[in-house]
Nanobody, 122 residues
Framework: QLQAYGGGLVQPGSSLRLSCEASGSTLGVYAIGWFRQAPGKGREGISCISYNGGRTLYADSVKGRFTISKDNAKNTVYLEMNNLNPEDTANYYC?????????????????WGQGTLVTVSS
């Protein structure tokens, strides 16, 4: 079971760190992806990290602003989000896939956590 948390209401230009914790299983055997869905829009894959943390991918929309990391000892994946803007407002989800290097395509993910809402507004 995956649980994402750390969302909130922030001003443009602010930073947030989201966390994705696993219970009942180890994240060390899964690649983890972060996805988001803004109101009235489809789901967007924004970042993923390989099972061992050695490879990361980012969508162009977040590249250079977001950083994904993985702490297998804590069974947690983080998404550090900097320089947030109103277009980043969305529900953010984490998911796990057995594809070792991960992918930004949500259809390859088997396990999904509950989302955490990020609202960027002045």
């Amino acid at each position: 079971q995956l649980q994402a948390y750390g969302g909130g209401l922030v001003q443009p230009g602010s930073s947030l760190r989201l966390s994705c914790e696993a219970s009942g299983s180890t994240l060390g055997v899964y690649a983890i992806g972060w996805f988001r869905q803004a109101p009235g829009k489809g789901r967007e894959g924004i970042s993923c990290i390989s099972y061992n943390g050695g490879r990361t991918l980012y969508a162009d929309s977040v590249k250079g602003r977001f950083t994904i990391s993985k702490d297998n000892a804590k069974n947690t994946v983080y998404l550090e989000m900097n320089n947030l803007n109103p277009e980043d407002t969305a529900n953010y989800y984490c998911a796990a896939t057995a594809i070792a290097h991960g992918t930004l395509s949500g259809s390859y993910y088997d396990y999904w956590g509950q989302g955490t809402l990020v609202t960027v507004s002045s």
